[in-house]
């Protein structure tokens, strides 16, 4: 008796409390060949009839019938050391009556006695109620699902551990999860991937169910993504959960409801961007543009706005806190007008020294009430100044007397250039009307004569973007040629395309025709002073020779002054050769011409004395009222030199020197001859040959400076004159 009451503390010990008091299940510990050691209340009160000493063995309340299976079963229990529970149904009589009941038993090894032998547990149920209760849980369990499966939102329900127990087919739906999938799924489970509206993560303790189940309240309306695998995309739900309480106020398990709001969410997030977008521009436009309620209070405003106007703008301020009052009240009556009218106004006018062009217009609700007004607003100041300039620049040309094309650039070629604009000159000169020119290419104009090379000229010109100015034959309608003076001006855009060529056509003709003229009568009168200086020098040559033939019928004191003479002459005569001989006639090479008379005086002199002259004259050209002087002037001092100047002496030096600077010549002449007395001044003097020579300083306008002691030096300087005798000849 001790040791059961023993082994009974043992066994109340290691069977839990709500198993050995439970009211649904039978409870007994018997050993392997059934003696029973233990058995539960709700086993006694079926079975033992409220005894407190139980039957010996476990098979003594069985059907007589069932007895050799459930031996069998311990046996087999036993001999097999099964930990898993062996399951059999037997019939067990209900005490104090000959009444079976069905019992479904599972029989496991449960401990060991003292004696080392095996003890087993046996768990039993009535299978009548177990039959009955699983009808009625299968039926109500149907119903539920029926229920839940009507729903259009998903519902899941969860146990205290998040775990899912059941769901409805819109739940898998919207999940994209199979229910074998998702139930037992509990809410930290790793295939989840929840995120927040701002697109982070959704921790798992801030999820609805978590919140339910911590808090023990109800938690409502909360958004969260989740993925679903089948549509590879995140759903948007609108999330409840909801904790149903025991009675001993815990959680048992939590009802979550679930509302597809993805096309909701997805329009807001496009209705979102586009105003997002709607702003970027608005604020990026290169005009002002502002929106205000009826009562003229500003509801939005973009930056050039606030740029413009230089100020930080705020919703809710009015024109009379950015405006002076004249101005306000003026902006207050087109308001008024827009609002009153239910009409779009478009005006124009200014703020300060800037001009706006403006357009205002009515916002309407639902019901065609007008509840706000817009408006845009932009600078036209540069517009406006343009407009005034080619409003100017058009009065120019169609009031000149020139004619002006403009022609637009179509294709790469000249050729497909077409023209777009014409002045009035331009049809009356040529003879075509508008209908006539308009489209056309500009090579029309060009005909037979048309200078083909220029033309090259002018295609090189419009490859190249080059300004071109050129002389060229066209023709008119009626086929008749005029020459004009065209100038050609590209017209570019930003990015440095050509998109228009200007044309300048000046009529020439007549000038042309002038010219022709000028140049035949220039071609004459060339012709007729080349004759007139070749006769003057023949006349000359006539003259010398006559003195020649003179001097030799004299004697030599008498042939001094006849060669003198016949030099002078000559150098005279030798500027007309010289003169007839270029083509311009109106002005004679200087070094040429006295590298020419020097040498001839020098032959003339017949001097048996070794004189050298010395030569720097620099290159230039003097008309024929300064050659002559310098060559008459040449010839007094060469003649003089020889004459005087190395009387006492076999050998002897001529020093000459020319040089121009700044538009005047420099003359130096010098000789190694003794000097002789004389003033330094050629006006005063009885000498013809120094008479001669001042009269030549003086048709020179130079002036000079003369030393005659110890040797003989003059140096004068004069002014190039460019204008002589046909000197406008070209």
Known sequence: MQLLKGL???????????????????????????????????????????????????????????????????????????????????????????????????????????????????????????????????????????????????VVIQDVNSNILLSNQK?????????????????????????KEDETEFPTQELPVAQAIATKKYV???????????????????????????????????????????????????????????????NHAPMVIFLKDISGKYLFFNNLYKSFLGKDLKPGITDYDIFDKDFADWCKNKDREVIENDKIINFKHRIGEQVFDETKFPIKDSNENVYALGGFSQNITKQKKEEERLKLLEKVITSTEDAVLITKVEGTDISEFKIMYANQAFYNLTGYSEEEVMGRNPLFLQGENTDKQKLLRLKKAQENLEACELQIINYKKDKTEFWVNLRLVPVTDEEGNCTHWISVHQDITERVRQEKVLKKALSEKTTLLSEIHHRVKNNLAIVSGLLELQSMEVEDPIKIPLKRSINRIQSIAMVHELMYQTEQLSSVNLKNYLDKLIPGIYRTMQSDKEIKINQNVQNCKVNINQAIPLGLLMNELLTNSFKYAFQETDVGQINISIEIEDGKLDFSYNDSGPGFKHDNDFK???????????????????????????????????????????????
């Open 684 to 730: 005063d003097t009885n000498s013809l040959g120094l008479s001669l020579i001042n009269a030549q300083l003086e048709q020179l306008h130079a002036d000079y400076q003369v030393n005659t002691e110890g040797r003989f030096e003059l140096s004068f300087s004069f002014s190039i004159s460019k204008r002589g005798p046909h000197s406008n000849i070209r």
């Open 220 to 282: 409502h309306d909360v958004m969260m993504g989740v993925y679903n695998p089948k549509k590879e995309d995140y759903l948007w739900f609108l999330v409840d959960s909801n904790p149903q309480l025991n009675e001993e106020g815990e959680v048992e398990r939590v009802v979550t409801t679930f509302i597809d709001v993805s096309d909701r969410i997805k329009a807001e997030n496009a209705i979102k961007k586009q105003q997002q977008q709607l702003q970027i521009m608005m």
């Open 171 to 195: 739940a898998e739906e919207l999940l994209g999860v199979s229910k074998n999938d998702l139930h037992g799924r509990p809410a930290d489970h790793e295939e989840w991937e929840i995120i």
């Open 8 to 154: 009974k503390k043992k066994l109340l010990s290691e069977i839990p409390c709500w198993l050995a008091s439970s009211k649904n299940s039978y409870v007994l510990v018997t050993d392997e060949i059934g003696e029973i050691l233990f058995a539960n209340d709700y086993y006694r009160e079926e079975f033992l009839a409220h005894s407190q000493s139980p039957p010996a063995n476990f098979t003594d309340i069985l059907h007589p019938s069932d007895i050799p299976e459930m031996k069998n079963g311990m046996l087999a229990c036993t001999n097999n050391g099964r930990k898993s529970p062996y399951t059999i149904i037997n019939k067990s009589r209900v005490s104090n009556s000959n009444n079976y009941k069905s019992i479904k038993w599972e029989c496991s090894i449960f401990d060991s006695s003292s004696e080392g032998k095996p003890l087993l547990i046996h768990l039993g149920h009535d299978v009548v109620i177990m039959e009955n209760e699983s009808e009625y849980k299968s039926k109500t369990s149907n119903s539920l699902n029926e229920l839940i499966d009507d729903l259009q939102i998903g």
